[in-house]
Nanobody, 124 residues
Framework: VQLQASGGGLVQAGGSLRLSCVASGRTFSTSVMGWFRQAPGKEREFVAGISWNVGNTMYADSVRGRFTISRDNVKNTVYLQMNSLKPEDTAVYYC??????????????????WGKGTQVTVSS
């Protein structure tokens, strides 16, 4: 499974961006998609997750109410709509996939596939 994230960029605080992650290859083997981010000098953190079939979602407390994760099963694409962006949202954003739907993978643990990141910079 290959994952390609895009949509990052520079935006002012309060603005919006939409990230996309296109999955290719053996996408039928994946059940959960997630977005993660890593800011300079910090550990990578879970942002949001979604199951391919039912569309159940999970969010980190820091983004709940501002970010929305969604998926397009036909296009094998997962989106992260980011609104009301803050400077502390600045990070490299990564998408990842897991083969199984579990409580753990829905929270970002045990992901099986990772894509390259896309930079999001929020200026104050």
């Amino acid at each position: 499974v290959q994952l390609q994230a895009s949509g990052g960029g520079l935006v002012q605080a309060g603005g919006s961006l939409r990230l996309s992650c296109v999955a290719s290859g053996r996408t039928f083997s994946t059940s959960v998609m997630g977005w993660f981010r890593q800011a300079p000098g910090k550990e990578r953190e879970f942002v949001a997750g979604i199951s391919w079939n039912v569309g159940n979602t999970m969010y980190a407390d820091s983004v709940r109410g501002r970010f929305t994760i969604s998926r397009d099963n036909v296009k094998n694409t997962v989106y992260l709509q980011m609104n009301s962006l803050k400077p502390e949202d600045t990070a490299v954003y990564y998408c990842a996939a897991a083969r199984r739907v579990t409580d753990a993978t829905m929270k970002g643990y045990g992901m099986d596939y990772w894509g390259k990141g896309t930079q999001v910079t929020v200026s104050s």
